[in-house]
């Protein structure tokens, strides 16, 4: 079991498993919560800042950029979030990201190097939606 654990976490962090949990036992989203939150937020001219802030975050990570956690997560009116800062050009952009599926632990495990995002928002939520 310990030795199967330690070879799946050395596998995300090559970037060869899926963030998808149909397609990876330590991925961080079920493909109908993704698709379904992405729809959702997609739908709603309110909340489309999300998904923009979303698409951002997924193209850092795969330029492999750095990002600041300030603070590290928090509860606002009974949602969880993480406000993310990366650096874009010579300012500091502020990301509001909230969490579903194991976002939390998604940031966090690539804040520590443990995994290493291979794909845009868009060919996540295409293998979401297959």
Excluded: C
């Excluded at 992405?38 to 750095?66: G, I």
């Excluded at 590290?72 to 406000?83: A, K, M, P, R």
């Excluded at 940031?107 to 939606?129: C, F, P």
Aim: hydrophobic share 35%; glycine share 4%; aromatic share 10%.
């Amino acid at each position: 079991m310990f030795k199967e654990l330690i070879k799946n976490e050395a596998s995300v962090a090559q970037g060869v498993t899926s963030l998808i949990k149909e397609n990876n036992q330590n991925g961080y989203f079920t493909k109908s919560e993704f698709v379904t939150r992405l729809d959702e937020w997609s739908s709603d001219q309110k909340t489309h800042y999300k998904v923009r802030n979303l698409q951002t975050l997924f193209k850092a990570m795969k330029q492999n950029v750095s990002l600041t956690r300030e603070p590290q997560h928090v509860v606002e009116e009974g949602i969880s979030y993480t406000w993310l800062k990366m650096k874009v050009g010579r300012i500091e952009k502020p990301m509001k990201i909230e969490h579903f599926g194991e976002m939390k632990r998604f940031i966090d495990d690539y804040a520590m190097g443990v995994v290493k995002v291979t794909q845009t928002l868009e060919e996540l939520y295409d293998e979401a939606s297959a």
